[in-house]
């Protein structure tokens, strides 16, 4: 098989005021590329590897019409224009019928999504960042927050710059943060995953902003001072679907669904989530349509949830984020995640 190689655009003009015409002219996944003051080093931000997650870009677009002039060179990914500009636009997290290339990254980087995500690996290993932010749009509306695989201060104070929640992770699902865990050549290399909030919230759009902002002026990452109200959560579970179980959200029960849940369930991924808090409903499979499976595999479910005369409620206090109202991320992806304290 030819390796894919990805076009580079370096210094590039923003020669078009609309974004989507802009990411049209892109064309396919795009690597921008701005010369620093001091080019021997280099640092990475990768944006819109889910199609429908689109502030990484929409800032991008803005802040490059200033012509910035970085401290060192900043590579920018524009990842997933494909599945990006599939009708309608913005909408699709992945190319209809293709996989998520954000689970793309684990050998051995098979179809479509695999090659794409082999030539990012490839690319950033040549590039030798000092560091990699990936930003993202949550599925549901709610605060930003940042994602790692490991407890390490140089993560947590580059998480700490612009959110109050660094999320510690276990799974393993092919992500490209997970590379320093998979590449060896970059395994000195901080990456995270920064979740921006909701696709239509404007503050998800300034946190974006901030990001290829401070990117480009700070001098040297090692001065960064540490976040004393970053908040750090360590392994999350998945609450998920199990195979063939229906979903619907509403704001009662739906004849015939196995799971309904409240149709303003991501106003959760704010704050604490009490045992008396109502998730939704549940069909005459009871607790059978879900799981929560930890890193190991082991089901957690009956720890986390219980059901009270056909209602979802939590067993106990909880951090619950990433709430989706979004059915076919629910049945493709997960539901939430939960965090019990």
Avoid at 14 to 32: K, M, S
Avoid at 136 to 150: C, E, K, L, R, Y
Wanted: charged fraction near 20%; glycine fraction near 8%.
């Amino acid at each position: 098989m030819v390796a894919l190689r990805l076009p580079v655009l370096r210094d590039p003009p923003v020669d078009h005021a609309d974004v989507g015409a802009w990411v049209e002219a892109l064309g396919e996944a795009t690597w921008i590329v701005l010369s620093g003051a001091d080019d021997r080093r280099c640092r990475v931000i990768t944006t819109l590897l889910h199609g429908n997650e689109p502030s990484g870009v929409l800032a991008l677009h803005r802040w490059l019409a200033e012509r910035p002039r970085p401290r060192t060179r900043l590579a920018v990914l524009v990842a997933n224009v494909e599945a990006a500009l599939t009708p309608p636009h913005f909408t699709h997290r992945s190319v209809p019928g293709g996989h998520d290339l954000n689970r793309c990254f684990r050998p051995p980087h098979e179809g479509t999504g695999g090659a794409l995500a082999r030539a990012i690996v490839e690319d950033l290993q040549a590039w030798a960042p000092e560091c990699v932010i990936d930003l993202h749009n949550t599925s549901g509306n709610g605060p930003s927050f940042a994602v790692a695989t490991q407890r390490d201060p140089r993560l947590e104070r580059l998480a700490g710059q612009f959110c109050e929640r660094l999320i510690v992770t276990d799974f393993r699902l092919g992500s490209l943060m997970e590379l320093p865990l998979l590449v060896p050549g970059l395994a000195r290399c901080p990456m995270l995953t920064l979740e921006c909030g909701g696709a239509l919230q404007p503050e998800a759009l300034a946190v974006a902003g901030r990001v290829y902002r401070r990117l480009a002026e700070w001098a040297e990452l090692s001065e960064l001072g540490a976040n004393p109200d970053l908040d750090i959560l360590v392994h999350p579970l998945r609450v998920e679907l199990r195979p063939g179980v229906s979903i619907a959200y509403a704001r009662e029960p739906q004849p015939g669904v196995d799971v309904t849940l409240w149709a303003r369930i991501d106003e959760h991924n704010h704050g604490l989530t009490l045992p008396d808090t109502f998730l939704g409903w549940l069909g005459a499979g009871g607790l059978a349509g879900l799981q929560a499976c930890d890193a190991r595999g082991r089901d957690r479910l009956p720890e986390l949830l219980c059901e009270r005369q056909g209602r979802l409620y939590p067993r106990g206090p909880m951090r619950l984020f990433m709430a989706t109202t979004n059915v076919e991320i629910a049945r493709s992806d997960c539901l939430f995640y939960i965090v019990p304290l």
